[in-house]
């Protein structure tokens, strides 16, 4: 099973644009990537998914290279409700639809 | 919409006790899921359901753990007998079938165990 691999934290300012990095390893070629966002006390929300080249939606992007081997998640302009623990997820529908949550980003965000 | 709705919010048992979970998903939602989360830690899926039946029970420890869909919507999640190390957040999730990723969970319940 493929694991997945993200710095345990990261700290930036209000206005500036944050990546953060997620590592995948096995990866097969129909399995999707999605990123959740989870605030103290709360279930995970779902930010974005894709499995190849780039996504964006109203709140993030997502980069994947053609190697698949890793993707970004790319917030623009933060503000301190981004302040929150990121995951990446990796669906490997290939093996009997294992579910894998990596261990969290915890993205800080100053004034 | 109405989202996902679990029941208890918070739950204090001692070891060795029972201790069993509600969830409800959206409504029209195939797939639901039980996660258990440690403090400080991510999500660890414990089992996934399509409609009233297993998907992916790997993770669920057996001799205490167990759950059910029976009708192929709510779902219950039950710990007997419970210990320690079961303090955790349980969350339930669920999203529209296999193919489509994006789960919506509901708020969680905290189990504590004494």
């Known amino acids: 099973l493929a694991k997945t691999t993200q710095p345990i934290s990261m700290d930036s300012y209000e206005g500036q644009e944050v990546n953060i990095t997620c590592s995948h390893n096995n990866i097969a070629t129909n399995d999707y990537i999605t990123w959740y966002q989870q605030f103290p006390s709360q279930g995970p929300r779902f930010i974005i998914q894709?499995?190849?080249t780039k996504v964006t939606n109203e709140v993030a992007s997502l980069f994947i290279p053609a190697d698949r081997k890793s993707s970004t998640l790319s917030l623009p302009r933060v503000s301190l409700s981004d302040t929150a623990v990121y995951y990446c997820l990796v669906v490997l529908y290939s093996s009997a639809s294992k579910i894998i949550f990596g261990s969290g980003t915890r993205l800080s965000i100053r004034p | 919409e109405a989202g996902v709705a679990q029941s208890p919010r918070y739950k204090i048992i001692e070891k060795r006790q029972s201790v069993a979970f509600w969830c409800n998903p959206i409504?029209?939602?195939?797939?639901l899921y039980w996660y258990q989360q440690i403090l400080g830690q991510g999500p660890k899926l414990l089992i996934q359901f399509q409609n009233n039946g297993v998907v992916d029970d790997s993770q669920l420890p057996k001799d205490r753990f167990s759950a059910e869909r029976l009708k192929g919507v709510d779902s219950t999640l039950k710990i007997q007998p419970a210990k320690l190390e079961d303090s955790a957040v349980y969350l339930c999730a669920s999203s529209f079938n296999l193919v489509n990723n994006e789960q919506f969970f509901g708020p969680g319940t905290r189990l504590t165990v004494l």
């Open positions: 409504s029209g939602h195939a797939t």
């Open positions: 894709g499995y190849k």
